[in-house]
């Protein structure tokens, strides 16, 4: 379990469970997880427009997610949040939906994309993993106070001098980055399934700020590395146990809270 | 107008059924998700049905008892996680998508394993609408008379409750009995939709409409009527374009599912061209 080819796909796999953990604090606090979903879903038709015009699948995902999150920040002003990010994330997955069946030989990468494929993670991965694991939560730390207060009173953020609109969208576009680099790591369905379950665990069993992030950050790792481990023993994908052990974390914590 | 054989098609004329039957369905459902902010349950619902496809496809059983199946444990699924607070309601549905996602994930892993087919998840997640067995259809026009029949049945108490609880509640509506109606209301209208265009964009036909129709109708029952419509047209106008398509690039069919997405975002953005209607 612990060979050497497995090695890059434990590091890769906690890089993003510890960005995950600790954007899931804030998506949570934010009530975004529907932005949270959209955004993983809508970068991946940017890898069938890559491998359709030939660039590089990274710029795709990139280009195609912080399309999403123009496209959200815009819509959101004459539109409720909800209807706003569906229309946003169909939008971006039917024109996904033309580059795929355009491309044609694009299929089988369709299912490695949205279920991803983390025992195959290779030393080519580490790089973004690092980026993402390292990069979002500082940058979601040096943000704390606005990204909260603006959640929590955005009356009182705004009187503060906090713009919401701009911290709305800068948080938006940090989802949407580390979804478009963790992708080709791990896939959109455990990218977000690492976002809400442990989070949401975490602060139905502490209201305090700090201690919610760290815990949502613990819960993320717990669960990854035993995803991985049961992916390895049973050869079933990893998606399936990070899905499931996800919400059963998040049963178990308000289990734990009504007794 | 219409290109040679489109009306002689036996898999354009069920296309056309289940589709119409969907569009219909999912414009009156669509209204109320969007009164009650809904969208991501609806969305979440879609995915998880999409776990019901892939199960039915593993275990060899009609695709519609799996998409309805997966789609009516995720609705009471949500139903339960709901917590009372309305806030925090997109988090159920986050809870259930996930473990649904997971499930659909396990599943086409073993039909891949066990039946050694691939390609099931891009049927599953895109559609096939060109492969509706009739025998499906027959069920889809049930489900969907099912759906109709239960507006019909809670239409006032339904509206309300959604329009605005608290009256709801002095009018003596019981939320929570109208809120487990209405997710599988939502359910068999995601599951019609679900097996048509795919499970992802089955999104677009529930909110793209009725956003539309809540942006130009006063009253929400004709909000329903035009949202019906506007599914209908973007549904038919999305197949017609489809078939035709194979005369574009000689042997290649674009998808359904990018037409009729693009008619109802042109829809919804040619609507916002409008004034707004006077509230």
């Known amino acids: 379990m612990f060979a050497p080819y497995l090695q890059d796909a434990w590091i890769a796999a906690s890089l993003v469970a510890i960005a995950a953990g600790c954007a899931g604090f804030f998506v949570v606090l934010r009530r975004a ?36 999150v123009a496209g959200l920040s815009w819509l959101k002003r004459r539109q409720r949040g909800d209807s706003a990010t569906a229309l946003v994330l169909v939008a971006l997955l039917g024109l996904g939906a033309l580059f795929l069946s355009l491309s044609g030989h694009y299929a089988g990468a369709v299912e490695a994309l949205l279920f991803g494929q983390v025992l195959g993670i290779g030393p080519g991965d580490l790089p973004p993993a690092f980026a993402i694991g390292l990069g979002v939560p500082l940058v979601l730390l040096l943000c704390f106070r606005p990204l909260v207060l603006s959640a929590v009173s955005p009356e009182l953020a705004a009187m503060r001098g906090v713009a919401c609109g701009w911290i709305d969208a800068l948080f938006l576009a940090v989802l949407a980055l580390a979804a478009a680099f963790a992708l080709p790591i791990t896939g959109a369905l455990l990218v977000f399934s690492l976002m809400a379950g442990p989070a949401a665990a975490a602060r139905t069993l502490t209201r305090r700020p700090m201690a919610a992030l760290g815990l949502s950050v613990a ?35 308000r289990g734990l809270r009504r007794r | ?26 414009g009156v459902t669509g209204v109320f998700t969007v009164l009650r902010g809904q969208a991501f349950a609806g969305h979440a619902l879609a995915d998880v049905s999409s776990a019901g496809g892939a199960l039915a496809f593993l275990l060899g059983v009609s695709p519609m008892l799996g998409f309805l199946g997966l789609a009516v444990l995720g609705a009471l699924g949500v139903e339960a996680l709901s917590p009372r607070r309305a806030g925090e309601r997109d988090l159920a549905a986050g809870i259930v998508l996930g473990a649904g996602m997971g499930l659909t994930a396990l ?25 509706i067995p009739p025998s499906v259809a027959r069920l ?32 003596g509506v019981r939320p929570r009995l109208i809120g487990l109606l209405y997710r599988l209301l939502l359910a068999l209208a995601v599951t019609l939709f679900a097996m048509t265009v795919g499970a992802i964009l089955s999104t677009a036909l529930l909110i793209g409409p009725a956003a539309t129709a809540l942006r130009l109708a006063r009253s929400p029952g004709v ?57």
């Open chain 1, 33 to 68: 997880t529907f932005a949270a979903h959209a955004l993983p879903m809508a970068a991946f038709p940017g890898a069938a427009a890559a491998s359709l015009f030939g660039f590089s699948e990274a710029y795709g995902l990139a280009g195609f997610a912080l399309a999403g």
């Open chain 1, 219 to 253: 819960l993320a790792l717990v669960t990854i590395w035993a995803a991985l481990a049961l992916a390895f023993l049973t050869d079933w994908p990893a998606g399936f146990f990070v899905g499931t052990l996800s919400a059963g974390i998040y049963l178990a914590a």
């Open chain 2, 107 to 131: 599943f086409l892993y073993l039909a891949v394993t066990v039946k050694g087919t691939s390609g099931a998840a891009v049927a599953v997640m895109f559609g096939s609408m060109f492969a």
């Open chain 2, 223 to 279: 909000a329903m009527a035009l949202a019906a419509g506007l599914g209908l047209v973007a549904c038919w106008g999305g197949i017609l374009l489809a078939y035709d398509s194979y005369n574009w690039m000689p042997g290649h069919v674009w998808p359904v599912s990018f037409f009729i997405v693009a008619l109802v975002l042109g829809i919804y953005l040619l609507a916002g061209l409008l004034p707004r209607k006077a509230a």
């Open chain 2, 1 to 26: 107008m219409f290109p040679a054989g489109f009306f002689d098609s036996a898999p354009v004329q069920t296309a056309l059924l289940v589709g119409g039957g969907a569009a219909i369905v999912s």
């Open chain 2, 140 to 171: 889809a026009a049930l489900a969907g008379a099912v759906a109709l029949g239960l507006v019909a049945l809670v239409y006032r108490p339904l509206l309300l409750a959604s329009v605005d609880a608290e009256l709801a509640a002095v009018r």
